[in-house]
């Protein structure tokens, strides 16, 4: 397989539920990110991590757990959710030279988990 | 802070028109600008990008263009088709606030039909 995938592709869970969202990168690169996209709204960074570290949490409810067991594997475990939290969540990964993000190539997405709270 | 605003937020063209979608970002500091396309209910793909230091990019019928200087970057379509429907997204990525991020815009919904 190529470029970022993530698994499932749907998701119905019941606000007391624990699941968890899953991306694969096969492109070799050292950061990874999760975005949601809402209805009508901007897609919003929620997590960076970079060389495994996390580098950023953009005001994220602890309902929301990131983890990075590598460079190639993200997931974010979801738990006690609540209805406004159905969205589509995005996973992307890009390489990055050292600081400054001088030399870019760009972001690479995922196709997306369709989540639905009820 | 920066914001990234696209205009129009929704096009309906006849199939052949060549099309003009326009960014715009309230701070030039900025590494780089990517274009994406979604479609609806998937993820993104990534259609050019286009580095601070470049004015412009190319790929087949899309153009993209880039003036830093006055927050401003355009993507043309030439000839358009009914499979060019989608969602165009503009993000770029900002010195300042986290050096790896993306800010985007909300998007121009594009319908060309037949």
């Known amino acids: 397989e190529t470029g970022v995938t993530q698994t499932p592709r749907h998701l119905v869970m019941g606000m007391t539920n624990k699941k968890s969202l899953k991306c694969e990168q096969h492109?070799?690169?050292?950061?990874m990110y999760w975005y949601k996209q809402s209805a009508k709204k901007p897609l919003e960074l929620m997590f960076v991590?970079?060389?495994?570290?996390?580098?950023e949490n953009n005001s994220v409810p602890s309902r929301f757990s990131p983890e990075c067991p590598n460079s190639s594997h993200l997931f974010l475990h979801l738990h006690t959710l609540q209805p406004e939290d159905s969205a589509l969540y995005l996973c992307?990964?890009?390489?990055?030279f050292g600081t400054g993000g001088k030399v870019d190539y760009g972001y690479t997405f995922g196709s997306g988990t369709r989540l639905t709270v009820v | 802070k920066q914001e990234v605003t696209q205009i129009p937020a929704a096009l309906s063209v006849p199939e052949g028109e060549n099309l003009v979608l326009n960014c715009s970002f309230t701070?030039?500091?900025?590494?780089?600008l990517q274009w994406f396309r979604q479609d609806p209910g998937k993820g993104l793909t990534s259609l050019l990008l286009?580095?601070?230091?470049?004015r412009e990019q190319t790929s087949g019928r899309l153009n993209a263009s880039l003036d830093k200087s006055s927050g401003r970057s355009t993507l043309y379509i030439a000839a358009s088709q009914p499979g060019d429907s989608a969602t165009y997204l503009c993000?770029?990525?900002?010195?300042?606030?986290?050096?790896?991020?993306?800010?985007f815009g909300a998007g121009t919904r594009l319908a060309v039909h037949p």
């Open positions: 492109l070799g690169h050292n950061a």
């Open positions: 701070d030039s500091a900025i590494y780089n």
């Open positions: 993000a770029v990525r900002p010195f300042s606030g986290g050096y790896n991020k993306l800010i």
């Open positions: 286009i580095q601070s230091s470049q």
């Open positions: 992307a990964s890009s390489q990055e």
């Open positions: 991590y970079n060389f495994k570290e996390q580098t």
